[in-house]
Nanobody, 124 residues
Framework: QMQLVESGGGLVQAGGSLRLSCAASDRTFSMSAVGWFRQAPGKEREIVAAESSSFGSTYPADFAKGRFTISRDDATNTAYLQMNSLKPEDTAVYYC?????????????????WGQGTQVTVSS
C-alpha cells in the first residue's frame, strides 16, 4: 500500500512563498495523478490543484490560479505544490493525494491514497 508523506508547511507572512513536498513510498506513484487539497478549521476539505493524469495537464482551483503550481519528479517519487503570494485565507492543513483514474480530479473520493497533512499558516 502506497504511503504519502507531506512536508514543507510552516508559518509565513502574507505575500510569502512555501513549497510543499509529497513523498511517495511506491514506484506506482509515477502512474498516479496527484491532487492537493486543503482544509481550514470549521470548513470542508477543498481542492487546491490536481493533475489530469500522471503526464497530463494541471487544474488549479480558482483561488490558486496564478499563485499555486503542481509539479512532480517521478525519479524520486515526489510531488510538489509551489505556493506564492500567500494570503491569510490560505491558512489550512494541506494534503496530497493520489488517484489512478483520470476522471474526478476535483473529487476527494476518487483519491485512494492520502498523506497525513501539513499545516500552513499565513500571518497578516
Amino acid at each position: 500500500q502506497m504511503q504519502l508523506v507531506e512536508s514543507g508547511g510552516g508559518l509565513v507572512q502574507a505575500g510569502g512563498s512555501l513549497r510543499l513536498s509529497c513523498a511517495a513510498s511506491d514506484r506506482t506513484f509515477s502512474m498516479s495523478a496527484v491532487g492537493w487539497f486543503r482544509q481550514a478549521p470549521g470548513k470542508e476539505r477543498e481542492i487546491v490543484a490536481a493533475e489530469s493524469s500522471s503526464f497530463g495537464s494541471t487544474y488549479p482551483a480558482d483561488f490558486a490560479k496564478g499563485r499555486f503550481t503542481i509539479s512532480r519528479d517521478d525519479a524520486t517519487n515526489t510531488a510538489y505544490l509551489q505556493m506564492n503570494s500567500l494570503k491569510p485565507e490560505d491558512t489550512a492543513v494541506y494534503y496530497c493525494a493520489a488517484r489512478f483514474q483520470r476522471s474526478g480530479w476535483n473529487v476527494a473520493t476518487t483519491y485512494a491514497y492520502w498523506g497525513q497533512g501539513t499545516q500552513v499558516t499565513v500571518s497578516s
